[in-house]
């Protein structure tokens, strides 16, 4: 069974950073595409980055010079660095996998909450 396990959501302070974090039950190198998506209450989940297996990335502009996007193949670990962090940045954040197998995966989601 195809997992997709995040983690390191929580409360921070406006300005303050986290990691995000995606665990994959198979190799990341089996995802065509990887990206972290994020639902805020009352609204549309979103995406706010994605990387290709080749290592192309795109970031949603909610994230653009804030947010990292990154992976370690040997861990089969997906990443968000996110930084400067804003009141708006608070959701529920997925992480998502298209298999080259074929099938879209969705991890259960980490809450991240920014609040003074």
């Known amino acids: 069974q195809v997992q997709l396990v995040e983690s390191g959501g929580g409360s921070v302070q406006p300005g303050g950073s986290l990691r995000l974090s995606c665990a994959s039950s198979r190799s990341i190198l089996s995802w065509n595409l990887m990206g972290w998506y994020r639902q805020a209450p009352g609204k549309e989940r979103e995406v706010v980055a994605v990387?290709?297996?080749?290592?192309?990335?795109n970031y949603a502009d909610s994230g653009k010079d804030r947010f990292t996007i990154s992976r370690d193949n040997a861990k089969d670990m997906l990443y968000l660095r996110m930084n400067s962090l804003k009141p708006e940045d608070t959701a529920v954040y997925f992480c998502n996998g298209l298999s080259r197998f074929g099938g879209t995966y969705w991890g259960k989601g980490t809450l991240v909450t920014v609040s003074a």
């Open positions: 990387i290709t297996s080749a290592g192309d990335i």
